[in-house]
Structures are given as C-alpha cells and as structure tokens.
C-alpha cells in the first residue's frame, strides 16, 4: 500500500495540486537559496552517502536514481514556470501516448482534468496522433505521429519506471535505434530561467565527476564501484543538458543565491566547534528562536545520553573517540571540498572539465579525461548510452577549442568521424539541391515549350520581337521537332502534325476570366496608338510568369477586337468574345491533346444530349 | 492531516554546503514520521506561482517579505516537500514494504474528495493567516 500512496501522489486525479505544486515549491526555495545549497540539502536530506551500507544494492540503485531524478525534474520542469497551457497539453499527449497507443476515453482519463477538458485537447490531438479505426479485436486507438518523437522526452517526472521502459522501446523501435532520446528543453519564464543553474554548478559537476569516476572504476573491474545503467544514463543526460546551457563565463556569475547569508569570517571548522560550545553561541548567529530550541533540546540530549552510555559502559570511551576522530576527518573532507568548489565556482564550465583542481586534492583526473576514458570502455563493451556520451563530447568539443584539441588528441577517430559526416551531410544536402534545381528547370523549360507550342499554332504570337520569346521558340521548335506524336485524349489515336494530311490537333486548355491578372503593373497603363490603328505593346522583358504575360496578351487581344467592331470592321468570331469586356482571362493547360474534330464531335453530342432532354 | 513531529526528534546543525555556510535540520526520514499532506505548502506554492507568474509578476522574495541575509526560513520551508521525495523515493526502494497497513490508514490526497477540498483546505488557510 505504501507503493499505491506513492503512485496515487504522482496519480493524474491529483498531481497537479500535489506534485506539482511540491516542485515548484522546490524550485523556488532553489533559487533563493542557489544552487549549490539546494543540491546538497536534498543530498543531505536523501541520506545519499549515509544510507548506502544500510540497505541492499538493490534499494540503493534504486534511491540513488530517484535522487538523480528528483534534481533533473527541479532542474528542467517548467510545468509551473514557463509552460503555457497548449504546451503542456500538448507535452502531456504525447507522453502518454509514447508509452502505448490510447483510446479517446484512456488518454482522458489518464491526464489531469484541467487538461482533458481543456477546449484546445481535440485539436492537440488530432495534431500528434493520428487515428486507428478499430478492427474486430481491437478498439480505435490513438497512434504518435512519427515526427512527434522528436517531443519525447524521456525523463518525463510522472513516468513510473515501467512507463519510462516502454516509451524507451517505442521510441527506439519508431527512430529504428538503440540510442537513448536527446535531452528536452523547455523554455523559463523570468527569475526561473536562473533553475539552468542546478545543471552546472560546481557541487552538480561534482557529482557528475564522482558517478562517472565510478562508473569507469566498475568498468575495470574495481569490487567497491557500483553505478547503475539508470544512474549513469539519467547522469549523461544532465551532462548534456548542461553542455548546452552552462555559459562561457564563470560558473559562480550565473549560479549565485538570491539570499546570501553572511559570509561567516571565521573558518567552517571553528564555526561547528562554536556552535557545539554552547546554546547561545548559535542562537546569537541564528534569529530563528525555534531552530535554536531545537539545537539546544538536542544538545540536552545528546549530553544525557553520552553521560548514560558513560555510566553503562567504560568501553564506549573508546568508541566515541573514533567517533569524534572520524568526525574530524569529515570536517577536513568538507574543507577540501568548500576549497574545490570555490576554486571551480571561479573557473568557467569548459574550464573546469579540464582542470584537475590537484591543489585540494579533490580531483586527480579531470573531468574531461574521465569522460574520454569512459566513452573508450564504453565503446568497448558496446554500451547503447555511448550515443549520448558522443554527443556529449562533441558538443563539448564545440563549444572550446582547447577541449575540442584535447578530445582530438585523445579520440582522434571521434572528431575524424564528426568530419566525415559533417562532410557526407554537405554533400548529400548540395547534391539534393543540384538534383531538385535540375528537375525544376526542366519543369520550367517543357511548360515553356509546351506554352509557345500553344501559341504558335493559335496564330495569336506569330511576330515576336523579343529575343527571349525567339529562344523560346526555338526550344520548342526543337521540342517539336523531338516529339512526332501527340495522343488525343478522346479517341487515343496517336497524330503527328507534321505528317502530310493529318487530323487537326492541339492543346487541351481552360480559359476562364480572372480579375486578378488584370492588377498587372505594366497592363494597367493607358495603350498608346499610332493613329487610328492599335499598336500591339512589346511583349514585357521578363517573362518569368509566362501565364500572366499570355493572359495579358489576350486581353490586349480582345480590347483590340472591341474597338475593331466599333469601327464596323470585319472580324471573325473568336474565343475571347465570350469573356466579359474589361476582365482578364488565365489559361491553364492541363498537358493533354485533343483533336479538333474529336471536339466538335464531343460537342455535337452534348448538345443532341440537351436536346434530347429537353424535348 | 498534518503530522506532529516531535521536538525532540529534531536537531539543527550547521553543515558545510558548497561555499556557503548553511543550517540544516537532522531528520531521519526512514525513522521519524512524514506525511504526504501537506496542504499549506500547496497554498503556499498557489499563492507563489499566481503572484510570480500571473499578473503581478512579482519577485518571489518580495512576495515572501524575505530578508536578503537570512536563508533560515527557506531552509524550514523547504523540509516538507523535501521529506515527501525522500519517503516517495524509499517507497520505491520498497524500505517500506513492511508499513503496508500503517500506509492504507492514511486518507487518500484531499483534491479527489471536493468536499474536503473546500472545507479542510479554507480551514488549514485560515488557520494560517490567522
């Protein structure tokens, strides 16, 4: 029952006012008190050093990865603080559906209620996922588009760790790999976007470098080194996140609290032994009269047990000498420490991977050797996390070229690979480009032919000034003379119009007013006239939207035969007639030939047809 | 339902963090009682988010009236939601496999009953601005 109260926290009737709240809470109390601080009260409060000789490898893997995790979520969440209320449906629908594919009703009910009845939840859904009809055996599902992966997210806080397995199989059997999914960013809002912080600070780096330092150490066999997969997976997922988001400058700039304490003048060590010297002398630091209660209750009783072990047992002595000898060594490990993290506050991110900080005796190896030294036995043993960690130092190789010659030095084939796919990438991008430009032109050219083919049997362009029409003719002189043959859409007889008594064959086109053609700079000018005959305006230079040009032409062409009937003077019957007097018209062609007798005879029939029907 | 702790189950000691100096509270989370509820903390946070994020878009030590030097009282705020990871993470270490009837005792979170919703939580927030 204790593991369905834990579920039933995290559950979707009830996280939004529980878990939630609690991280945004967290995360708040995180930036006032910087990251540092925050990271080791939680360290402290998870019993992370202490617990481990209490409980099994098994329950310590397990509260090790929580941990991890539950500094991931502070970190990165931004539910609370920057997320809009479409994002957050739209991150809740997808993650849910990444674990299987859902029913209308599962998916509702298993996202919180403010989401499910949200007006926008049918669109987001329709948007990410795509719609399977139900089939004898199964109900109409729900299925992730596959574009939608890349939104996955697999350190999502309300996956339980089955969820989490089996979004990571749908996510590799989708992407067609064994790799874990890159980190997810969200954006912040304001003071929050200071949470990046947690990533990077020197007391994080830490403990990067100690689980990676362990990591490494159970690669080679070492008995007393013990990470797991989980750990080391969800640990390179921070190393990532915070590759991308650490700043150039020092880390200390970007990470410092917002409530700063007063920085104490004597040493740490000295302040513990004062503090222990008596009740008051912490209740003169401290305003808070309740914790200093608290330490004086406590002080109370700590003396009287000691004076009641004393008395049972002479024995105890001894063992409280340790105690207070191994004590001492703890402060000197603190010292050592307080001195590293001061010393990597000053350095910046890229700096403090390569330092070994040997002056404290915190780090013998830096961390970008360890990291080095860990993607070769990684590489070794065929690890599927080796993905991330590649990705990792390429990106620290990116982002400091004394890294990047440091990462070459030691993995040349790495950078040499990045070179080569860099490189492939290039080419396959610029040979895509050369293939897609070619088709476009040939494209082009062919609607060019096709169009002065049109033209030139309509008799309407016979006389062309311009030496681009000229080319144009002559390409499609030439396209005719390639194609002999045209086949008619109707009776699908082949006919060359070449050929010496051959049917009559043309274009199949529409013709259709438009008012939009008409708009056309040049056309919309006044025609100017010679005397009383029109004079045809030169074809326009730039031809490039060859229809608009046409559609003007035969605009032209029937304002000029309007004013020829005013003039009493003979025409002929034309197609432009029946367009309305001060429209465009636009022809499209669909690329089909027709016969002109097949033409008449279809238009014989519809009109034996009507009549028919309408006697 | 709010869980008593007992004074004498706590202690405060000053530990090393980082490059500050920081107070910490000695409690044994796998020992001492800890509850899931803790229905002020949630107001609370409410109360923060609508402040920083919505119209008023206010700092939070401004909405919390904090002294800039004292970092005493986020470091007891901070206890409760804290203490609620560390029991989540244990329970699902199954360290507390054992309480399985002690657990089913507790009342389930009061978002699921609206009834309790609306009394206890007004009460718990009058109780506390009072």
Not at chain 1, 13 to 25: A, G, N
Not at chain 1, 238 to 251: D, G, S, V
Not at chain 2, 93 to 118: D, E, K, Y
């Amino acid at each position: 029952m204790a593991l369905v109260k834990q579920l039933l926290y995290r559950h979707h009737t009830s996280y939004d006012d529980t878990f939630e709240l609690d991280i945004f809470l967290l995360q708040a109390c995180a930036l006032l008190l910087g990251p540092d601080k925050f990271i080791d009260i939680c360290q402290r409060r998870f019993m992370i050093p202490v617990i481990r000789p209490q409980i099994s490898p098994t329950q310590w893997h397990i509260i090790f990865r929580e941990w991890l995790m539950f500094l991931l979520t502070v970190a990165k969440e931004r539910t609370k603080c920057g997320m809009s209320t479409q994002a957050l449906l739209r991150r809740e629908i997808i993650q849910r559906l990444a674990t299987t594919d859902l029913s209308y009703s599962q998916l509702s009910s298993q996202i919180c209620r403010r989401l499910a009845t949200h007006p926008e939840f049918e669109t987001t859904l329709n948007q990410v996922a795509t719609y399977q009809s139900a089939t004898e055996t199964r109900s109409g599902v729900y299925q992730l588009r596959p574009s939608c992966w890349d939104e996955f997210d697999l350190y999502f806080p309300l996956y339980t760790s089955r969820d989490q397995q089996l979004a990571l199989e749908r996510y590799q059997d989708a992407k067609k790999t064994k790799a874990t999914p890159p980190p997810r960013y969200y954006d912040s809002y304001g003071e929050f976007a200071a949470l990046d912080g947690l990533l990077y600070c020197p007391t994080m780096c830490d403990i990067l470098c100690r689980i990676f330092g362990e990591a490494l150490l159970q690669r080679s066999g070492a008995p007393s080194a013990d990470v797991s997969e989980g750990a080391l997976s969800i640990a390179l997922h921070i190393l990532a996140m915070a590759t991308a988001r650490a700043p150039r400058t020092p880390i200390a700039d970007t990470t410092r609290p917002i409530l700063v304490s007063e920085t104490p003048k004597r040493t740490p060590k000295s302040c513990l032994r004062r503090s222990g010297d008596g009740d008051n002398a912490n209740a003169a630091d401290d305003d808070d009269a309740d914790l200093a209660s608290f330490h004086s209750r406590h002080r109370a009783e700590q003396e009287q047990d000691a004076a009641d072990k004393s008395d049972d047992d002479d024995d105890n002595d001894d063992d409280e000498k340790e105690d207070d000898y191994e004590q001492e060594e703890e402060e000197d490990d603190d010292e050592q420490l307080v001195r590293a993290r001061r010393m990597a506050a000053k350095l910046s991110f890229d700096e403090y991977l390569r330092t070994p900080l040997n002056s404290s005796g915190r780090m013998e190896l830096p961390f970008l050797s360890i990291l080095l030294l860990l993607y070769r036995s990684m590489k070794n043993d065929g690890d599927n996390a080796i993905e991330l960690l590649k990705t990792v130092l390429l990106a620290i190789s990116d982002r400091d070229p004394t890294n990047s010659s440091a990462i070459r030095s030691a993995l040349p084939e790495l950078i040499t690979e990045q070179e080569q796919q860099r490189k492939a990438a290039e080419d396959a991008a610029k040979a895509r480009k050369d293939l897609l430009r070619r088709r476009q032109q040939e494209i082009l050219a062919r609607f060019k032919n096709q169009q002065q083919t049109f033209l030139e049997s309509s008799g309407e362009l016979s006389e062309s000034t311009s030496g681009r029409e000229h080319d144009a003719r002559s390409s499609s002189d030439e396209a005719l003379h390639n194609v002999r043959e045209f086949e008619c859409a109707l009776c699908h007889v082949s006919t060359d119009p070449s050929a010496p008594n051959a049917k009559i064959i043309g274009h199949i086109s529409l013709v259709q007013r438009n008012r939009i053609v008409a708009l056309s700079s040049e056309y919309d000018q006044p025609l100017e006239h010679a005397g009383n005959a029109p004079q045809r305006r030169p074809h326009p230079s730039r031809v490039d939207l060859l229809l608009t040009n046409v559609a003007a032409a035969t605009q032209e062409q029937a304002q000029t035969l309007d004013r020829q009937e005013d003039d009493d003077m003979h025409t002929e019957p034309t197609p432009w007639h029946n367009i309305n007097r001060g429209d465009s018209v636009d022809i499209k062609f669909c690329g089909h030939h027709i016969h002109l007798s097949c033409l008449y005879g279809y238009f014989t029939s519809l009109c034996e047809t009507y009549e028919t029907v309408l006697l | 339902m709010m869980v008593y702790v007992p004074a004498s189950a706590l202690s405060l000691s000053l530990s090393l963090t980082g490059v500050y100096l920081v107070q910490f509270i000695n409690y044994n989370v796998a020992a001492l009682p800890v509850s899931f509820h803790i229905p002020l903390h949630r107001i609370l946070a409410g109360y923060l988010h609508s402040g920083a994020l919505g119209s008023l878009k206010a700092p939070i030590t401004s909405l919390l009236q904090l002294d800039r030097r004292d970092p005493t009282w986020v470091v007891k705020l901070i206890e409760h939601p804290l203490r609620v990871q560390v029991l989540g993470s244990q329970i699902l270490a199954n360290l507390w496999v054992r309480n399985g009837t002690t657990m089913l005792r507790q009342v389930p979170p009061p978002r699921i009953h609206p009834f309790i919703h609306s009394s206890i939580y007004s009460f718990m927030l009058t109780a506390w601005l009072s």
